[in-house]
């Protein structure tokens, strides 16, 4: 409903409101701002993406609601010093794909974002901002308890500066080189992999050659259910683009090709492979039993 707020919060229609909510009917909270008769306040129309994302929630079919989900997403960032980092291409746009669309299908969701400069998928999904690899494992390992699912599509970076710089480097001499000494991050997803027990745990494998080898050689290594692999050197698709082309390989040695795709899309495709892998762990625990 779009109306003035006085008509709004009058008791009638609040009562008429709470009367077809009763019957079934779902309505969207109106609008906050100016109004079409000159006045400000509560009532008007939502914006339109606001109900087509509604429209898609009840639309969806809710085939997670029993599952708890923990993404990490986005990139990581090392300090140099107070004004210089490292840190990588990823924009976050597949992990936050992930998470709305579990959310979407009813799962109660955690995502552990670093960095991203893209905005929050929705605003009723657990988030927990990190930067540094280090954080990331720290917040991981604090959630990853209460979660049956946990999807790893965060690009954590493989090494951190060794020393801390509390002051900004100077450049010194006549030299045209410097040299940084890293250290090696904590391996977020292999740590998990050791203490996963009936979690279904899923990676993502960005490659620039061998992609099926080099995914199926980290599934198996890091004790993995489910990996995803993308071939980030093709144009077009992988890093910062709204869409992707992938490969699911699962733990059995399957592998999907999956064609280019939003991420959206592909965030669902993967949610369906979990799903089956959720089953076949349920149906091998009910058969031991
Ligand atoms: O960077 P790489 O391709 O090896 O990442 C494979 C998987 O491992 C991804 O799912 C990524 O989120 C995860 N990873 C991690 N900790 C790291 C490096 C990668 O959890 N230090």
Redesign the pocket.
């Known amino acids: 409903p779009s109306m003035n707020t006085k008509m709004w919060s009058s008791k009638m229609v609040q009562a008429n409101i709470e009367k077809l909510k009763d019957a079934g009917y779902e309505f969207m909270e109106p609008a906050s701002g100016d109004l079409a008769c000159g006045t400000e306040g509560k009532g008007r129309l939502p914006a339109i993406e606001e109900i087509l994302e509604r429209m898609e929630d009840i639309f969806t079919s809710k085939d997670l609601t029993e599952e708890t989900v923990l993404v990490?997403a986005g990139p990581t960032m090392e300090f140099i010093d107070p004004v210089r980092c490292i840190t990588n291409r990823s924009s976050g746009k597949m992990g936050y794909a992930v998470a709305k669309m579990a959310k979407r299908r009813g799962a109660d969701v955690t995502l552990i974002t670093g960095p991203a400069t893209i905005e929050f998928p929705r605003n009723d999904i657990d988030i927990v901002h990190v930067t540094t690899?280090c954080q990331?494992?720290d917040a991981?390992m604090e959630h990853y308890k209460k979660a049956g699912v946990v999807i790893?599509?965060?690009?954590?970076?493989?090494f951190r500066c060794r020393e801390e710089n509390c002051q900004k480097i100077k450049k010194k001499g006549d030299s045209n080189y410097m040299t940084l000494e890293l250290e090696k991050?904590?391996?977020?997803?292999?740590e998990?992999g050791k203490v996963k027990e009936q979690r279904i745990i899923?990676?993502?494998?960005?490659?620039t050659e061998n992609l099926l080898d080099n995914a199926k050689e980290?599934l198996k290594k890091?004790n993995l259910d489910i990996?995803v692999a993308n071939d980030v050197a093709k144009a077009g698709i992988g890093f910062g683009s709204d869409n992707n082309e992938v490969m699911i390989i699962e733990k059995s040695g399957k592998a999907k090709q999956v064609p280019l795709l939003s991420k959206e899309e592909i965030a669902n495709i993967i949610l369906d492979s979990v799903k089956k892998a959720l089953k076949n762990k349920k149906r091998i625990k009910e058969d031991w039993y």
């Open positions: 990490t690899a990331m494992r991981v790893m599509t965060a690009a954590v970076a493989d991050n904590p391996d977020i997803i292999g998990l899923v990676g993502f494998a960005a490659e980290k890091k990996i």
